[in-house]
């Protein structure tokens, strides 16, 4: 763990080992301000900053039961500071107590709605196993797709696991690569709606269908919605489409409007979309952190039922709150087990 702030303490305290405390942490000397703050908690046992201090000292040289111990003092003492909840889930987990952390990240949350350390820990919590890359990973090795296509590409991050021999394209109207990329992927900077307007998809994938493709582009569903459409148009029965950032964390991380660095947008509703229109396709949602990762199989290259109805049905599941998803999240986001032997029977 880093080094953890601590709250300034209006608190009296032995005035000498609080100076001298803050004057080694200033110095960089973390082992002597640990030796001054337990002497200023002689002094005050109710110090929060000094507590605070010795609970990240402890947590940093492995002693996490002493960690928690004055971790969970700070809570007692300023229990409305979000951090202190979050210091004391991140002790609990290296004291494998998942359920104690998950309570003291949910606490945090409620504190702190916007506490961003608490997002990606929760989501790990909440999504075991494999991380979605990883998992996108061993679908290109089961799958071994002849063509790949991918929208929102970024830093190239995931279009990097496209094998060798894969014909991979990649659409992003900004990439910003930091990947070392294979000779056979092409990146388009175009929006996916204008790749598929203007481009000739099939002569660009060699005469080949769209074997596999990810979605990963605006975190709004309608978007997605749209760049599905076009995919399976030029996809074949047996293609494979991943959409990334299915099953979000909770409201805040859900909105279309992103208010946290932690934000998977409403593609959730996508997922809703393709169960009630498309019974006929094979829809899945892997408990992959940290926001799921779709799988939709079946495909039918004509099938015309959303393109016709594109803005009905968006108009209809804009319309949905984030709380339908109260009733039966796991359900109705057909949530499927991260675990590889059963992820790999619904590639069949």
């Known amino acids: ?20 405390a803050l004057a080694a942490l200033q110095a960089g000397n973390h082992a002597v301000a640990a030796e001054h703050f337990v002497r200023v908690l002689r002094d005050d046992p109710k110090h929060v900053q000094a507590h605070h201090f010795v609970g990240g000292f402890a947590f940093q040289n492995g002693r996490y039961g002493e960690a928690l111990q004055h971790f969970e003092e700070v809570r007692r003492l300023d229990p409305k500071d979000a951090r202190h909840a979050f210091n004391s889930a991140v002790t609990h987990l290296k004291l494998g107590g998942i359920d104690a952390a998950r309570r003291c990240l949910e606490a945090a949350l409620a504190l702190d709605p916007g506490f961003e350390p608490v997002f990606a820990v929760l989501a790990s919590l909440n999504l075991p196993g494999a991380y979605y890359l990883d998992v996108l990973s061993a679908i290109h090795s089961h799958l071994r797709p002849r063509t790949y296509l991918e929208i929102g590409v970024e830093t190239g991050q995931s279009i990097a696991l496209a094998r060798p021999e ?7 109207p900004e990439p910003k690569l930091k990947m070392q990329l294979g000779s056979r992927t092409s990146i388009v900077a175009t929006t996916s709606d204008d790749y598929f307007a203007t481009r000739d998809v099939s002569a660009d994938l060699e005469g080949l269908p769209i074997d596999l493709a990810f979605i990963d582009g605006m975190h709004r569903f309608e978007f997605a919605l749209r760049d599905f459409v076009s995919i399976e148009k030029h996809a074949a029965p047996d293609s494979t489409v991943l959409i990334h950032d299915c099953y979000p964390l909770n409201r805040l991380t859900a909105e279309r409007e992103q208010h946290t660095v932690f934000w998977s947008g409403d593609i959730w509703r996508l997922v809703l979309v393709l169960r009630k229109y498309r019974p006929d396709l094979s829809v899945n949602v892997i408990a992959t952190a940290p926001t799921g990762l779709g799988v939709v199989r079946r495909l039918d290259p004509r099938s015309r039922v959303l393109g016709e109805r594109l803005e009905e049905i968006g108009r209809e599941f804009l319309a949905l709150d984030y709380s339908v998803l109260d009733v039966d999240k796991p359900g109705m986001l057909a949530l499927h087990p991260n675990d590889w032997e059963r992820v790999k029977a619904i590639l069949q």
Do not use: Q
């Not at 880093?2 to 000498?16: H, T």
């Open 166 to 172: 894969t014909r991979a394209i990649g659409i992003d």
């Open 1 to 20: 763990m880093k080094e953890m702030p601590g709250p300034s303490s209006g608190e009296p305290a032995g005035k000498a080992a609080l100076e001298a």
